[in-house]
């Protein structure tokens, strides 16, 4: 019972075009989202998060979006460039003690 | 200055041993986890430490065994290893049970 989803396994993008990376998710209790980054043979890596009384957070070229109606939210990068190309996990957190649920993660090659 | 390592990246062994993976972080967190990602890359947490007190275990079979030694160091022992069990297993950790968790590099086993 997967209850985050990436359902996008791959997402090729040109440089300085914009990546736009999806998640969904179907538990209502969940209230912190998190993106994580991560390069092959390393471990994921923290790139940004949202609470679930926000609607959108910013971070210099990535911005998280939060639709709690639709249990829905997307990453956006803007401009991308090659050194984005990695894999994406959405992660979801439970409302006690820390539990992360991830979803399976979507691949971004961004060329040049 | 790394923040989350593990011991040793790489691991491959027999059927039926027993082997151990220790993971240790300096960022002064209280709260530690150990992750699985399996062949589906799907990353499922399997253990938690808070302070040296176990707070999240998961359905994770009794062949596992997390120590705690000190709140910076969150070690996996595994006995009677199965094919199964061929996997990446990620350490994390955080300020608080609920607070961004940061990973380590991974140990990659391999049980032939």
Known sequence: ?112 | DTAVSQTPKYLVTQMGNDKSIKCEQNLGHDTMYWYKQDSKKFLKIMFSYNNKELIINETVPNRFSPKSPDKAHLNLHINSLELGDSAVYFCASSQVSRETQYFGPGTRLLVL
């Open chain 1, 1 to 112: 019972d997967q209850q985050v989803k990436q359902n996008s396994p791959s997402l090729s993008v040109q440089e300085g075009r914009i990546s736009i990376l999806n998640c969904d998710y179907t538990n209502s209790m969940f209230d912190y989202f998190l993106w994580y980054k991560k390069y092959p043979a390393e471990g994921p890596t923290f790139l940004i998060s949202i609470s679930s009384i926000k609607d959108k957070n910013e971070d210099g070229r990535f911005t998280v979006f939060l639709n709690k109606s639709a249990k829905h939210l997307s990453l956006h990068i803007v401009p991308s460039q090659p050194g984005d190309s990695a894999v994406y996990f959405c992660a979801a957190r439970g409302s006690t003690l820390g539990r992360l649920y991830f979803g399976r993660g979507t691949q971004l090659t961004v060329w040049p």
